[in-house]
């Protein structure tokens, strides 16, 4: 038969009658006898039962089996070692409520978390702070992913520059994970004029016949110049290792 644990102290005076206690104690072997080797401890949460969670000022519903697969300190909190209950049957923890949701999210799911975003980066403090969390609820694989940055290594974000003349080509609709930064700049360029002043044939000598070179003589060909932007297009596309943040679940 394992071992029991029975919150009561006993009278040890030979009386030769059994205190109340001794009554109960008795009971339960007699009941372990008859049906199985195991005693039933009082107040063990039940794998899979439904656990209320008091965290700070928020409360939280979950089961015993997400808190105790992998927490070290849930495991010891719903062991039934000691009657720590409140009155309605929750557990008060004593932990920031923002904080212990990620914590929670990771032992449903056990995808490590990623805090990203495209403008800022990393939110470093995020994961300084829910490190913290994670040695307090003793999370070894969680505590690993933090405590040695591997998030970093999570996200790849790659770059590629393009060098635009004029307003064409400017307006692109792209995938939400990619984001274009432009930097237009002005400038000025010389553009051919044909000697006939035909429209089509600016900018292209080539585009000029006999007639236009009649017209133009022994004289050189004239170039005007015009203002022209120039833009600098950065297209930056962000990626993410969904196999790094499920690995080893």
Known sequence: MSDRFFPWTFDTAETGEKTPEENVVSDWEAAAESTSDEVPIPHLAAVGSKITLQVGEQTFIT????????????????????????????????????????????????????????????????????????????????????????????????????????????DEITDADVDITLFPSWTTRKVYVCPRDIVVHRGNPRACGRACKRVQGDADDEYVEEPLLRTVMVRRRIFLDREACTEGR
């Open 63 to 170: 089961t015993a089996t997400t808190l105790t697969e992998e927490s070290g300190f849930f495991s010891s909190l719903l062991s039934g070692r000691w009657d720590n209950t409140q009155p309605d049957g929750s557990y008060f923890i004593d932990a920031d409520p923002d904080l212990f949701k990620h914590i929670l999210r990771y032992l449903r799911r056990g995808v490590l978390p990623i805090f990203y975003d495209s403008g800022k980066g990393h939110d470093h403090a995020l994961y300084l702070a829910l490190l913290e969390e994670a040695k307090y609820f003793q999370i070894p694989r969680l505590e690993e992913w933090l405590g040695g940055k591997a998030y970093i290594r999570a996200v790849k974000v790659t770059r590629t520059v393009i060098e635009k003349e004029g307003v064409d080509d400017l």
